[in-house]
């Protein structure tokens, strides 16, 4: 990328989007694109050939999706799936359509198989059946990994598929009911201990696994891959280290100051039992992420304290 292009990035306001608008103007790239919701309807195949045909970006990180955790995953699958669809799809056209130079989409771990064997390698894709908990979400991801394969075998397009593991850092959902496990237990904790709680509910057993990779990584990573990987096979994004819910609630505990007792409601559900990227591509690559998971937490609630988020 040079420094004159135009770039841009969709769904700029989401946590992943808003890093990679922030590493790029680090980088000293400042013709950035960025549209919001209401400005934008990128569900609306028209409105987005439109702003393609108007703008035309050089560069293009698509970002944008419709997230959530369990709950609202198991809640909403229909939007989940319709609304992912449509975005990626519309996206990937008009890029191809307008001549963008390339595109990085962004993807999910969850498309891998629930029992696909550990750590998860990027071959692993469509060898088994999915995490039924976020399968509408899954699908459509995998669809986008393979509407840009398909356009870069049928129009020699240069799009590339990232898939960054669980994700946490500055602007993400602390909402109860749609947010992912590391953000609302944050939230818990911290409330459990302004409210002097006794003690604090984890859903589930607390035994799987989990990886988490901090956005301001996340953002690195993609910026390494628009500027250095230019093949069709989708790349990892991690840190290649895994801590169970357990342990993470505990780790947050620490952080947050919290003193009481941790309770594990068993009826809910636990989703895949583990699931961690085999980081083996990126590192060979010569990509590997700085930020530790306590660090990263402890800076995140620092920030969430200040801005007052959680009052």
Request: proline residues 4%; glycine residues 8%.
């Amino acid at each position: 990328m040079e420094k004159a292009s135009k770039i841009y990035v969709a769904g700029h306001r989401g946590m992943v989007g808003s890093a990679i608008v922030r590493k790029l103007n680090e980088e000293g790239f400042d013709n950035i694109l960025v549209r919001k919701s209401s400005e934008l309807d990128l569900r609306n195949q028209q409105a987005v050939n439109n702003f393609f045909l108007q703008e035309k970006p050089d560069y293009v990180f698509l970002a944008a999706a419709k997230v959530g955790g369990i709950h609202a995953n198991n809640t909403y699958k229909a939007d989940f799936l319709y609304d992912n669809l449509m975005i990626e799809a519309n996206i990937i056209h008009a890029a191809y359509t307008n001549k963008v130079k390339k595109l990085l989409f962004l993807g999910s771990s969850c498309i891998y198989p629930k029992m696909a064997d550990q750590p998860l390698k990027e071959e692993y894709l469509l060898t088994g059946p999915l995490e039924p908990t976020n399968e509408p979400y899954a699908l459509a991801k995998i669809a986008g990994i393979k509407l840009c394969d398909s356009y870069r075998d049928q129009y020699g397009c240069n799009f590339i598929s990232a898939m960054p593991t669980n994700l946490y850092g500055p602007n993400d959902n602390y909402d109860l009911n749609n947010s992912h496990v590391l953000p609302a237990l944050l939230r818990k904790f911290h409330t459990a201990k302004k409210e002097s709680k006794s003690s604090v509910e984890i859903w589930g057993t607390g035994s799987p696994k989990r990886e988490f990779l901090h956005v301001k990584d996340l953002a690195e990573a993609c910026f390494f891959l628009m500027e250095n990987y230019n093949e069709s096979e989708l790349v990892n994004i991690g840190c290649g280290e895994d801590i169970s819910i357990k342990d993470l609630a505990l780790t947050i505990q620490k952080i947050v100051g919290y003193e009481g007792e941790l309770t594990f409601d068993s009826s809910k559900p636990d989703g895949t039992p583990r699931k961690l990227l085999d980081m083996s591509k990126l590192h060979k690559l010569g990509w590997k992420h700085k930020i530790s998971l306590e660090e990263g937490i402890q800076g995140v609630y620092n920030s969430v304290l200040k801005e007052g988020i959680f009052e």
